[in-house]
């Protein structure tokens, strides 16, 4: 069975500090990865996936097969960065998997 | 555009009584996900469309819950009767096809409280 794993529900950290959002997963096959935001107020929207391999807002996550993780990074942190954060998932049968979400508090 | 939308955005009521929600996908976007979302926890998928099919329902308790887009375009998701564990937000999002990889388009959710 698939299944994302955040293992942390609060996370917080001062303006400018690196920031990393953990993500494993389970699958035995050759998932997408994705991380989706939503912002106080806002909808959940998607903030990068890994097939893109871009970095958006300063953020980037690697796929490491090896480990089956998919963490977020950032290297300075910034308060406009608060949000709940959910790494995703979806199979060859397009079924999606969320995990329960990290919610990251940047402190000024 | 407006994206996803998505009515009411806050819903009431008493314990067996039916509910309905409506979720208007992102002009030509073909597939269309209905999730439930309980607190602290992240969204579930109950059912995905593609255009009018239901191609995975998988996780939708048909016992109590019912889902239909007609015409491929607009879709409702029903429960009758609600149960008090049914209090939770149910989003709706599209994408532009269901291939593996594409971006989900979230809507703004509905609140469900049952009594």
């Known amino acids: 069975a698939q299944r994302v794993t955040q293992p942390e529900k609060l996370l917080s950290v001062f303006k400018g500090a690196p920031v990393e959002l953990k993500c494993n997963y389970s699958?035995?096959?050759?998932?997408?990865l994705f991380w989706y935001v939503q912002y106080s107020r806002q909808r959940l929207q998607l903030l990068l996936r890994?097939?893109s391999r871009e970095s958006i807002k300063g953020f980037t996550a690697d796929l490491n097969k090896g480990e089956t993780s998919f963490h977020l990074k950032k290297p300075f942190a910034q308060e406009e960065d608060s949000a709940m954060y959910y790494c995703?998932?979806?199979?060859?049968?397009?079924?999606?998997?969320f995990g329960t979400g990290t919610s990251l508090t940047v402190i000024p | 555009e407006a994206g996803v939308v998505q009515s009411p955005r806050y819903k009431i009521i008493e314990k067996k009584q039916p509910v309905a929600f409506w979720c208007n996908p992102i002009?030509?976007?073909?597939?269309l996900y209905w999730y439930l979302q309980n607190l602290g926890q992240g969204p579930e998928l109950l059912i995905r469309?593609?255009?009018?099919?239901?191609?995975?329902d998988s996780q939708l308790p048909k016992d109590r819950f019912s889902a239909e887009r007609l015409k491929g375009v607009d879709s409702t998701l029903k429960i009758q009767p609600a149960e008090l564990g049914d209090s939770a937000v149910y989003l709706c999002?599209?994408?532009?096809?269901?291939?593996?990889?594409?971006?989900?388009?979230f809507g703004p959710g509905t609140r469900l409280t049952v009594l």
């Open positions: 999002a599209s994408s532009l096809d269901g291939r593996m990889g594409g971006e989900q388009f």
């Open positions: 699958y035995s096959g050759s998932p997408e």
């Open positions: 890994h097939i």
């Open positions: 995703a998932l979806t199979n060859t049968g397009n079924q999606f998997y």
């Open positions: 002009s030509g976007h073909n597939t």
């Open positions: 469309y593609e255009n009018e099919e239901a191609v995975d």
